[in-house]
């Protein structure tokens, strides 16, 4: 039966990538947030889609991630740019930096506000819709062209 097949396919499917996921660390807050294999229509031809993106998959590379890809790397390389005050990570990127303040949409962070600043930025990257989308999109994209 065709149904039947497809059905198991897909569960081989999703069993293989969350054992996929898994693997790595980087995709943390993904599995939390991305629970099922399905196409996401969010994501077009701008930069904003792209920054959206690698800011969902962990990909964007803030300072404490791309100390992990480095070889040779110092401590002080974690150091956000701007603030120079604590490590840059995704959430000190969308939530904390000082120097980045006047480029948030702090009314979309507090209608997104979690139990904490990671679950908050879960929140943020994965859970809006429509032109709260559209403004996620937009404040990652003027915060990234600040930063660089």
């Given at each position: 039966?065709?149904?039947?097949?497809?059905?198991?396919?897909?569960?081989?499917?999703?069993?293989?990538?969350?054992?996929?996921?898994?693997?790595?660390?980087?995709?943390?807050?993904?599995?939390?947030?991305?629970?099922?294999?399905?196409?996401?229509?969010?994501?077009?031809?701008?930069?904003?889609?792209?920054?959206?993106?690698?800011?969902?998959?962990?990909?964007?590379?803030?300072?404490?991630?791309?100390?992990?890809?480095?070889?040779?790397?110092?401590?002080?390389?974690?150091?956000?740019?701007?603030?120079?005050?604590?490590?840059?990570?995704?959430?000190h990127?969308?939530?904390?930096?000082?120097?980045?303040?006047?480029k948030?949409?702090?009314?979309?962070?507090?209608?997104?506000?979690?139990?904490?600043?990671?679950e908050?930025?879960?929140?943020?990257?994965?859970?809006?819709?429509?032109?709260?989308?559209?403004?996620?999109k937009?404040?990652?994209?003027n915060?990234?062209?600040?930063?660089?």
């Amino acid at each position: 039966n065709r149904t039947e097949l497809r059905k198991k396919v897909r569960e081989i499917d999703k069993r293989y990538w969350i054992n996929e996921m898994e693997k790595l660390k980087s995709l943390e807050m993904y599995r939390k947030y991305k629970t099922e294999i399905k196409e996401v229509r969010i994501y077009d031809n701008r930069i904003s889609s792209q920054w959206l993106f690698r800011a969902r998959s962990n990909s964007l590379k803030v300072n404490q991630r791309s100390y992990f890809l480095k070889t040779g790397h110092k401590e002080e390389d974690k150091i956000c740019g701007l603030c120079k005050k604590e490590e840059e990570s995704l959430e000190h990127f969308i939530l904390k930096c000082k120097d980045l303040g006047g480029k948030r949409n702090k009314e979309l962070i507090k209608k997104y506000k979690g139990r904490n600043g990671k679950e908050t930025v879960g929140l943020l990257l994965f859970e809006t819709k429509g032109e709260d989308l559209e403004s996620i999109k937009e404040m990652i994209n003027n915060m990234w062209v600040t930063r660089e």
